[in-house]
């Protein structure tokens, strides 16, 4: 596919394309899901996921179409969780349990790295502040919804996707290397004024 021919990069250049080509399109994208999935209150949630399968991918090189790119994985994330929803059929169980003795090696060496990515998930944890923590923890670890979350800690359901959005991006830069701090952008609005005219 055109759209996705990829230019290999090293996690800087990622970052600083996540951050430069990804990040615009998050109000698109959160539409995007919002209207082609089943719970609309979990678009923050499935956005997040789109942005980890963004950067995994993007690690094996950057996408030269990166709209095409993000926009392509929703879709195929959209899709995949629509299948998982379904009753799984018990031949299907019996058909995995005689995978051939390579692929079992193959699935040792994606547990190793799984593990090591835990522990990174886990390092980038420990450097958010006690509430974003918590909100992260449980939405995305307990698998709470807006209001259960909001409910539990006494706060709104805006304030809980701000503080979700915010903690997902410092542990997605932590991720990429960054120091894990999560940097708000401010724009000048004297800078924006001149822009216009």
Request: glycine share 6%.
């Amino acid at each position: 596919m055109r759209g996705l021919d990829r230019v290999t990069a090293n996690e800087a250049d990622v970052r600083e394309w996540f951050c430069r080509e990804v990040l615009p399109f998050e109000a698109a994208l959160l539409r995007y899901i919002r209207h082609n999935s089943r719970t609309s209150e979990d678009g923050p949630d499935l956005v997040h996921d789109v942005y980890e399968m963004v950067i995994a991918g993007a690690r094996n090189g950057i996408p030269l179409n990166t709209k095409a790119y993000v926009f392509t994985v929703a879709r195929n994330m959209l899709i995949n969780r629509a299948k998982r929803q379904r009753i799984v059929s018990i031949e299907l169980v019996a058909d995995l349990e005689t995978l051939p003795e390579q692929d079992r090696a193959f699935d040792a060496v994606r547990q190793l790295d799984a593990r090591d990515a835990l522990r990174q998930v886990q390092a980038g944890l420990e450097r958010l502040s006690p509430r974003v923590r918590e909100i992260v923890k449980l939405r995305k670890i307990y698998g709470l919804d807006v209001v259960e979350t909001s409910a539990r800690l006494g706060i709104s359901k805006d304030a809980v996707n701000h503080q979700l959005s915010t903690g997902m991006k410092a542990l997605a830069d932590f991720m990429l290397g960054g120091s894990g701090k999560a940097v708000r952008k401010r724009y000048d609005r004297r800078a924006r004024k001149e822009g216009e005219v």
